[in-house]
T-cell receptor, first 112, second 112 residues
Framework: GQQLNQSPQSMFIQEGEDVSMNCTSSSIFNTWLWYKQDPGEGPVLLIALYKAGELTSNGRLTAQFGITRKDSFLNISASIPSDVGIYFC????????????FGGGTRLMVKP | EPEVTQTPSHQVTQMGQEVILRCVPISNHLYFYWYRQILGQKVEFLVSFYNNEISEKSEIFDDQFSVERPDGSNFTLKIRSTKLEDSAMYFCASIRRNYGYTFGSGTRLTVV
């Protein structure tokens, strides 16, 4: 099946620092999605990317859909304590019932 | 903001028992999904459901699993004879067409 490699697996940063995480795949995806998951909760959509090369922002978050459609990155600028959580990338495959393939997640810890 | 609602939030069951996890997708959505997340691992696709039938399923979704949309609002996942390794968070999701994936808060299933 399709695999997404997400890195880094975890990050421990100082409040105010910028953060970058990325996902790569050997397969092409039609859509890239970035989610944040808090403990005991479901994934919450942060940013959706629909076109190769697209760069989209949502407040302090910026994400890009790679030109090859096989990768994406998420940047968080000026991190704050509430950014703590697990961030997942997901690739959406339109021809396979719109199923999502998730990356392994990046656990973000922010030191005040 | 429309929500996907899942019940119960936590279910404890004995090995070999049947469980039914319930979901109420967003009312005008057309595609329905179940995903699973074993503790500390990534979210995995189980099954997609469209037009009253399964459209895709993963290797995890074996004969012990079934899905049903018994009426116009509920979408259920049944595990016929639970095993210890079925312990996980189960997430329901829905989308209208190709975009707008929304996840529920999940049901934590513990098999003892």
């Amino acid at each position: 099946g399709q695999q997404l490699n997400q890195s880094p697996q975890s990050m421990f940063i100082q409040e105010g620092e910028d953060v970058s995480m990325n996902c790569t795949s050997s397969s092409i995806f039609n859509t890239w999605l970035w989610y944040k998951q808090d403990p005991g909760e479901g994934p919450v959509l942060l940013i959706a990317l629909y076109k190769a090369g697209e760069l989209t922002s949502n407040g302090r978050l910026t994400a890009q859909f790679g030109i090859t459609r096989k990768d994406s990155f998420l940047n968080i600028s000026a991190s704050i304590p509430s950014d703590v959580g697990i961030y997942f990338c997901a690739g959406q495959t339109l021809f396979a019932g719109n199923m999502l393939t998730f990356g392994g997640g990046t656990r973000l810890m922010v030191k005040p | 903001e429309p929500e996907v609602t899942q019940t119960p939030s936590h279910q404890v069951t004995q090995m070999g028992q049947e469980v039914i996890l319930r979901c109420v997708p967003i009312s005008n959505h057309l595609y329905f999904y179940w995903y699973r997340q074993i503790l500390g691992q990534k979210v995995e696709f189980l099954v997609s459901f469209y037009n009253n039938e399964i459209s895709e399923k993963s290797e995890i979704f074996d004969d012990q699993f079934s899905v049903e949309r018994p009426d116009g609002s509920n979408f259920t996942l049944k595990i016929r004879s639970t095993k210890l390794e079925d312990s996980a968070m189960y997430f329901c999701a829905s989308i209208r067409r190709n975009y707008g994936y929304t996840f529920g808060s999940g049901t934590r299933l513990t098999v003892v």
